[in-house]
């Protein structure tokens, strides 16, 4: 069973910066494609980005494009999130998610991920 704890969430200034990271355990980690979405109370979980299994391949979604950045470390087993110019609108619990990979798929669509992070809070104030 694979295990996803996001940590690095934090309250911040507009224009800051915060580092999310995403640890996993109990499977294999290069196997997986990843990703972070994020929620806001009493809206849908939505696509933030996401990186296939090697890191070569990234997907944004347009808002946050230019601004954050992906990454992952398949040796430490670690998925990043580096999250630059930060503005309320980025206020959200962020979470990370994995999918076996295998076959087309649709990186930015919710229901392509197996397993999921608790979630770590991301407050921008103004």
């Known amino acids: 069973q694979v295990q996803l704890v996001e940590s690095g969430g934090g309250s911040v200034q507009a224009g800051g910066s915060l580092r999310l990271s995403c640890a996993s355990s109990?499977?294999?980690?290069?196997?997986?494609?990843m990703a972070w979405f994020r929620q806001v109370p009493g809206k849908e979980r939505e696509f933030v980005a996401a990186i296939n299994w090697s890191g070569d391949s990234l997907y944004y979604v347009d808002s946050v494009k230019g601004r954050f950045t992906i990454s992952r470390d398949n040796a430490k087993n670690t998925l990043n999130l580096q999250m630059n110019s930060l503005t309320s609108e980025d206020t959200a619990v962020y979470y990370c998610?994995?999918?076996?990979?295998?076959?087309?798929?649709?990186?930015?669509?919710?229901?392509?991920?197996?397993?999921w992070g608790q979630g770590t809070q991301v407050t921008v104030s103004s």
């Open positions: 998610a994995a999918r076996v990979v295998g076959g087309e798929a649709e990186p930015g669509a919710i229901y392509e991920y197996d397993y």
């Open positions: 109990g499977g294999r980690f290069s196997s997986y494609a």
